[in-house]
């Protein structure tokens, strides 16, 4: 009776074992809320129990025992992060061959064809106001695609389990232009990423923009592309990313009454109707400032008014110091 009190050695680690489980499956609990705003949640759980996390475990049939593996990075999907992307509402077999439901998957699977935003929103009436086919024409002659070709697709910028449109939302402007930035910076600040494509060594960011004033406050408020991609006004957000000689370098296109960045960082919160106060470019005026940009037209009315005066002024006493020298002679 005594000797049932002691378990083997095997079955101490496993017990040992457990409480760490529970707090590493714990943490990625499926709960309540998540089951009613997706529908597909719970399917996707199937998946996401082992690439949800940066650790899985599996029971090895051979061996009776639980082996722990450590999950590539490329094969980790942030549940938080894409619950709140422009995919969330779908499963994970919508994209990815349902053959991935057994395990250990299929090695016939890593040669899958991935699709490319125009394999699903090309030639769709329900996307046609994002214009899809005028995006991929303009990548198409941008020079990642035409320095990299095949290499580079939509997935390079916009990973399809996280990626969510910032262009067309609410957001502060600052929020806005760091999500957007943060896509550039993912290779062009990172050399190991950078450098799988290309044998050209990846540019000093901060040394290649030290031309510009105030260097901080321009990367904190205005995205990569406005000075980087040919502006198209039918498109929310430029793909046409040129070459570093074709730069925006001349203060005067942001800094004007005309700015560019009216078509482009400011563009949908123009189309919204966000003009106020008599301002011109009252949009950028609501967000921040932008030197040469912000005016009102009253204000700029009554100036010239005051102005007028004033020469108005100095003529009248400039005549009648005239008039009374005369007289005076």
């Not at 450590?70 to 619950?83: G, H, P, S, V, W």
């Not at 125009?118 to 329900?126: A, E, L, Y």
């Not at 189309?271 to 009102?296: D, L, T």
């Not at 009554?302 to 100095?314: D, H, K, R, T």
């Amino acid at each position: 009776m005594g000797n049932n009190l002691f378990l083997p050695p095997k079955a101490i680690m496993k017990l040992l074992l457990i409480p760490a489980l529970i707090l590493l499956m714990g943490a990625f609990k499926l709960d309540d809320k998540t089951k009613k705003s997706f529908k597909n949640a719970e399917s996707n759980e199937n998946c996401l129990k082992c690439h949800g996390q940066s650790k899985y475990s599996y029971d090895n049939p051979e061996s009776g025992q639980t082996v722990f593996q450590r999950m590539y990075r490329e094969a980790i999907i942030n549940r938080d992060l894409f619950y709140e992307s422009n995919h969330s509402q779908f499963k994970c077999s919508d994209c990815h061959s349902e053959d991935y439901d057994s395990f250990p998957h299929p090695g016939r699977l890593r040669m899958e064809t991935k699709y490319l935003c125009i394999d699903c929103h090309g030639d769709d009436p329900k996307y046609a106001k994002f214009n899809f086919e005028k995006i991929e024409t303009e990548f198409a002659a941008s020079v990642h695609s035409s320095k990299h070709s095949e290499d580079f697709t939509c997935w390079m910028c916009h990973n399809p389990h996280t990626y969510k449109i910032s262009a067309r939302s609410e957001d502060k402007i600052e929020d806005v232009v760091a999500y957007d930035n943060a896509i550039c910076l993912d290779c062009h600040s990172d050399a190991s990423r950078y450098e799988l494509l290309t044998t050209k060594q990846n540019p000093n960011i901060l040394k290649k923009h030290e031309w510009l004033p105030n260097q901080a406050l321009h990367f904190s408020r205005v995205r990569c592309i406005e000075c980087h991609a040919r502006v198209n006004d039918s498109l929310m957000v430029a793909h046409n990313i040129q070459p570093k000689a074709k730069a925006v370098k001349r203060c005067v296109e942001c800094h004007s009454t005309n700015s560019m960045l009216m078509s482009t960082l400011y563009k949908f919160k123009v189309q919204e109707g966000r003009n106020k106060s008599g301002f011109y470019n009252g949009v950028i005026m609501n967000e921040s400032y932008v030197i040469g940009a912000n005016r009102n037209y009253y204000l700029g009315l009554l100036s010239l008014v005051m102005f007028g005066c004033v020469m108005a002024g100095i003529i009248i006493h400039a005549t009648l110091r005239i008039i009374k020298r005369k007289h005076n002679g």
